[in-house]
């Protein structure tokens, strides 16, 4: 019989909630050493951020990458202590940083202080207004292409994340995406819909971010991971830190590939995901890729003890 080999999946920007690792927090000190080497690398208490908001500045770029990283990490340590290994890890978009830093390819500080950066170079790198992104439901990614290249008339837009077989997000000029919307609606797509974000991510008007990140990245130690991570630019295997560095450059102004991701790793045998930080994002849209896969998620104390029941 194959042994069946667990992934940790790790959530982007879009997951974050008020109250998220206060209860993980407050009941294992592992979680606590967390969000204090967090705050300490900050300078501030991004703690108090995560367990009681504002949500108005929980939802700061800025803000929110660090605070997501924080207690994904802080979840992975918990079920780390209860025996809970990861076969291979991965992540979406920021994700991928939390899943390095539970392989051993960063230290959490600098990872920390790294994705505060990289919120800001990316809320920097277009004036709010000027670009926009937009889920397309029920729409091939060779039919996204075509709307794109047709919409963008001089402008850019195109796929950022490529999430499940029936959804994608496409992102550029808000003109572009606003007539891209209305080609794919015209094309057949179920749904096209702007999404309410700060930012028009993993598209070419992100490359003065790319830029500025790719500095601060040849400045930062990076080790290669310790578990080996499926990467959104490739979706392919990483053992190295030189593969780990160069595919964090270059993720920033490139689409997330999340579908052959989690095909990479059902090839490479991972059966079950367990999805570790806030929301169920992306336990969803696993069930959507594969209906075979197993798919649970630890956030809190009850899904923690959901997760380790199915695991025992």
Known sequence: MIQSKTAFLFPGQGSQVPGMGRELAESFASARAVFEEADAALGFPLSKLCFEGPAEELQLTANTQPAILAVSVATARVLEEKGVQA?????????????????????????????????????DAVPVGVGAMAALLGITPEAADEVCREAAQGEVVSPANFNSPGQLVIAGHKPAVERAVELAKSRGAKR???????????????????????????????????????????????????????????????????????????????????????????????????????????????SLNETLKRLE
């Open 87 to 123: 076969d291979f890890v991965a992540g979406h978009s920021l994700g991928e940083y939390s899943a390095l830093v539970v392989a051993g390819s960063f230290e959490l500080s600098d990872a920390v202080r790294l994705v505060r950066k990289r919120g800001q170079y990316m809320q």
């Open 192 to 302: 096209a819909m702007m999404l309410n974000v700060s930012a028009p991510f993993h598209c070419a008007l992100m490359k003065p971010a790319a830029e500025h990140l790719a500095k601060d990245l040849d400045e930062v130690e990076i080790r290669g991971p310790g578990i080996p991570l499926v990467n959104n630019v490739d979706a392919q295997v990483v053992r190295t830190a030189a593969a780990v560095r160069e595919g964090l450059k270059r993720q920033v102004a490139s689409p997330v590939r999340w579908v052959d991701s989690i095909r990479t790793l059902a090839a490479n045998g991972c059966n079950r995901f367990v999805e570790v930080g806030p929301g169920k994002v992306l336990a969803g849209l696993v069930r959507q890729i594969d209906r075979n896969l197993e798919c649970l998620n630890v956030e809190d104390a009850s």
